[in-house]
């Protein structure tokens, strides 16, 4: 059984970051250079910038499963009206191909409806294509394709998703 719970307080962010060093070198070692995963672990995971997306609004929750971390999802209002960004989904690679990657994007899909969103959409590395597959199941479509310069020579070469609520 997944549970979700909403982390409110700066010191709980830390769970969501001990869960990405483990996802993020396995889920990109294909993808990204390992100085490119250190640089956007640092640029996304790092307390300060946690802490500053939680004052902003941003939704952190952590899934469970039977009681144990098992993934987390980072959402926030968006800069269309009635649109909500996913900007963050990841789950431990022993709990993939079991509907638990499904079930919290229904969960956010829910939360968002309820702050009256009608739309969610998000940015999903182009040669991630486990996680475009999972998205598309949950119906979502690819919206753009977008080449995002993050500094440091690096870039994101991403496809933008959406889904109506």
């Known amino acids: 059984m997944i549970t979700f719970k909403k982390l409110d307080f700066a010191p709980d ?3 969501i970051r001990d869960i990405a060093d483990d996802i993020w070198p396995k889920t990109f070692r294909d993808i990204l250079s390992p100085e490119q995963i250190t640089y956007m672990m640092q640029m996304m995971y790092a307390p300060e910038v946690m802490e500053k997306e939680l004052a ?3 939704c952190f929750e952590v899934a469970y499963i039977k009681d144990s971390p098992a993934g987390y999802m980072v959402y926030s209002a968006y ?3 009635g649109c909500a960004k996913l900007h963050k989904l990841y789950l ?3 709990f993939h191909s079991r509907g638990y990657g ?6 956010v899909a829910a939360q968002c409806r309820k702050m009256e969103f009608s739309r969610l ?3 999903v590395n182009k040669y991630n294509e ?3 597959k999972a998205y598309k199941r949950n ?3 690819i919206v753009e394709s977008v080449k995002i310069d993050i500094g440091n020579g690096f870039f994101m070469d991403d496809f933008v998703m959406e889904k109506n609520l």
């Open 13 to 15: 962010l830390q769970i």
């Open 56 to 58: 902003q609004g941003y």
């Open 79 to 81: 800069e269309q009206p």
């Open 92 to 94: 431990l690679e022993k």
């Open 102 to 107: 499904s079930q919290m994007l229904i969960h």
């Open 121 to 123: 959409i998000l940015n």
């Open 130 to 132: 486990r996680a475009i």
């Open 139 to 141: 119906g979502f479509t």
